[in-house]
């Protein structure tokens, strides 16, 4: 580049500078290997690398072409929470945001340990690792609940593990796109989810407000202890079905090593009544996880970022399942995903 070029580049550099211009490809830059880590409803997440200081990160590529205004809204509401949420040790931390006429680029802290449903097709799980892991996120809705945040998205998909390592993985709640804020009392009849994740009350088009987490909760508890997604069938209609009326069947396949114990504390939290579901400060002081707070008491360093459980101890009837041997369990996916303008 000649010199009178490479001074009007600084020159306009410097002019956007001050207008608080920044310019992704200028501070980020794509992984070499340029890893997808998940594809969403309005583009990619891909694996960056911040320019200088190399460290990964994460970035949500968010196309707004592809938006209404309802779901415009949504996004700016995510983009707005994680500003606020982020220093907890179970919460993705939000590292920066950069908008042009076209995209969002959402910068987070890039977790190496993919999400919770591939994590458990890869690694061993026992009564008292999904324990560990799943009281994890229980803390972190419970700071997002007291703040009267109500996530409404909650399934092994969106969460997200820190590490490969087996022993040092925690897991952290990411995907605040379908979160609300929840003013005293203030209940919603939006219908939105994941159908496999949501409760009956949003499947019937009633109210619902903060148990609705519990339910989605109470799934990814049946599924991290049992292998299974309960109540889903290859038919959409049918699955709905389910939820509202079926009742949960603890003789089925998954269930036989299981303690008591925790089979309570699921059928409590998939109650199919959201007055008589528990809130998450009971589901928090429940008996099968007051142990836990032993067990997890991750430290919150500087950066948010919090370290691995140390121990990683045998189930409480001594019995593990290699996953070789555990059934990959199946992603279930299906989207009810309507808006108040009738469609995503
Ligand atoms: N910070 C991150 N580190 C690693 N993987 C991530 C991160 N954020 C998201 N992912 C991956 O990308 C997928 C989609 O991200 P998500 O925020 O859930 O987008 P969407 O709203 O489109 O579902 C996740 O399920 C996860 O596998
Ligand atoms: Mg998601």
Redesign the pocket.
């Known amino acids: 580049m000649d010199n009178g070029l490479k001074a009007l580049r600084q020159w306009i550099d410097k002019l956007r500078e001050s207008q608080g211009f920044r310019n992704f490809n200028d501070l980020y830059e794509k992984d070499a290997e340029s890893a997808v880590?998940?594809e969403?409803?309005?583009g990619k997440?891909f694996k960056a690398k911040i320019k200088g200081t190399g460290e990964f990160v994460?970035v949500?590529h968010i196309d707004k072409s592809a938006m209404d205004r309802f779901e415009m809204q949504l996004q700016i509401t995510e983009i707005e929470l994680l500003k606020v949420i982020g220093s907890h040790p179970h919460i993705?931390r939000l590292i920066d945001v950069l908008e042009d006429d076209k995209h969002f680029y959402v910068v987070?802290?890039?977790?190496d340990g993919?999400?919770l449903f591939e994590y458990m097709n890869r690694n061993f799980m026992n009564e008292l690792k999904a324990k560990k892991i799943i009281y994890s996120v229980f803390r972190a809705v419970k700071y997002l609940h007291s703040f009267g945040i109500v996530h409404r998205d909650i399934k092994l998909?969106?969460i997200?593990m820190t590490s490969r390592d087996n022993q040092q993985a925690l897991p952290k709640l990411?995907?605040f796109?379908l979160s609300k804020i929840f003013l005293t009392d203030e209940k919603s009849s939006d219908k939105f989810g994941t159908i496999a994740y949501c409760p009956p009350e949003i499947l019937l088009g009633r109210e619902h407000m903060s148990s609705a987490d519990i339910w989605s909760m109470g799934i990814c508890l049946h599924v991290v202890l049992t292998n299974r997604v309960p109540f889903v069938s290859l038919d959409k209609k049918q699955t709905v079905k389910n939820i509202v009326e079926q009742k949960l069947n603890f003789n089925q396949a998954g269930w036989y090593r299981i303690s008591n114990q925790a089979k309570d504390l699921v059928g409590r939290m998939l109650d199919k009544n959201p007055d008589t579901r528990p809130s998450i400060e009971t589901v928090l002081g429940h008996e099968w996880l007051l142990a836990a707070s032993q067990l997890a008491n991750p430290q919150v360093t500087k950066s948010g970022v919090s370290q691995g459980y140390t121990q990683d101890a045998a189930a409480p009837n001594g019995q593990t399942v290699p996953s070789s041997q555990q059934q990959p369990i199946q992603a279930a996916g299906q989207l009810i995903a309507v808006s108040p303008s009738g469609q995503r």
């Not at 987070?108 to 977790?111: A, G, H, K, S, V």
């Open positions: 880590l998940g969403g409803s309005f997440v994460a949500k993705i987070l802290e890039y977790l993919r999400d998909e969106n997200v990411i995907d796109g």
